[in-house]
Antibody, heavy 122, light 109 residues
Framework: EVQLVQSGAEVKKPGESLKVSCQTS????????IVWVRQMPGKGLEWVGM???????VYNSSFEGHVTISTDKSISTAYLQWSSLRASDSAIYYC????????????????WGQGTLVAVSS | EVVLTQSPATLSLSPGERATLSCRAS??????LAWYQQRPGQAPRLVIY???MRATGIPARFSGTGSGTDFTLTISSLEPEDFAVYYC???????????FGGGTKVEIK
């Protein structure tokens, strides 16, 4: 059974660092893209970036330089981290697996984590 | 960069009614268009991919149509569990990224 289990909610102050995790199981982690998606309070979905195996992350230009996406293949886990949080980073962050549509071959987000709530406030 | 525009923002309907949701792309996206459902307090769930293919476990009352720049998600007869927010999504090969529409909320009238 494919599962993506994310780390728990975090409450931080502006300027602090944070690393949230997405532990996966049930599939061959090195062979799939893991995608991160942000959802600000009451808003829609925004693509943050994605990572494949040991490669460098690919980022939405709106987030590049502010977040880092990485993996630890040995424990099938992906990470999203900040070195200096801002209040505007307050949101729910989802990880998802990019699979491939069975017939169409098109990329799809077929399995999702439960989300990690990040609250940043002084 | 492709921009996806969804309409309407909110759809107020009763159980048993038909829901028609629209997603318009700023340029042609061929057949690479998916729809996701997000219920309150839950993660999104894939509903339709490749424009018209139902994802695993999605009931037949959900259907997707369209081509080029105009796409539609139809729910033929709304069940209580269908009241949620729906997002369309596209992922081109170049540049590598995911794009989501702004969402349509299907609410109980």
């Amino acid at each position: 059974e494919v599962q993506l289990v994310q780390s728990g909610a975090e409450v931080k102050k502006p300027g602090e660092s944070l690393k949230v995790s997405c532990q996966t199981s049930g599939f061959s982690f090195p062979n799939y893209w893991i995608v991160w998606v942000r959802q600000m309070p009451g808003k829609g979905l925004e693509w943050v970036g994605m990572v494949y195996g040991d490669s460098d992350g690919v980022y939405n230009s709106s987030f590049e330089g502010h977040v880092t996406i990485s993996t630890d293949k040995s424990i099938s886990t992906a990470y999203l981290q900040w070195s200096s949080l801002r209040a505007s980073d307050s949101a729910i962050y989802y990880c998802a697996r990019q699979g491939v549509g069975a017939i169409t071959g098109t990329p799809i987000l077929d399995f999702w984590g439960q989300g990690t709530l990040v609250a940043v406030s002084s | 960069e492709v921009v996806l525009t969804q309409s309407p923002a909110t759809l107020s309907l009763s159980p048993g009614e038909r829901a028609t949701l629209s997603c318009r792309a700023s340029q042609s996206v061929a057949s690479d268009l998916a729809w996701y459902q997000q219920r309150p307090g839950q993660a999104p769930r894939l509903v339709i991919y490749g424009v018209s293919m139902r994802a695993t476990g999605i009931p037949a009352r959900f259907s997707g149509t369209g081509s080029g720049t105009d796409f539609t998600l139809t729910i033929s007869s709304l069940e209580p569990e269908d009241f949620a927010v729906y997002y369309c999504q596209q992922r081109p090969n170049r540049p590598l990224r995911f794009t989501f529409g702004g969402g349509t909320k299907v609410e109980i009238k």
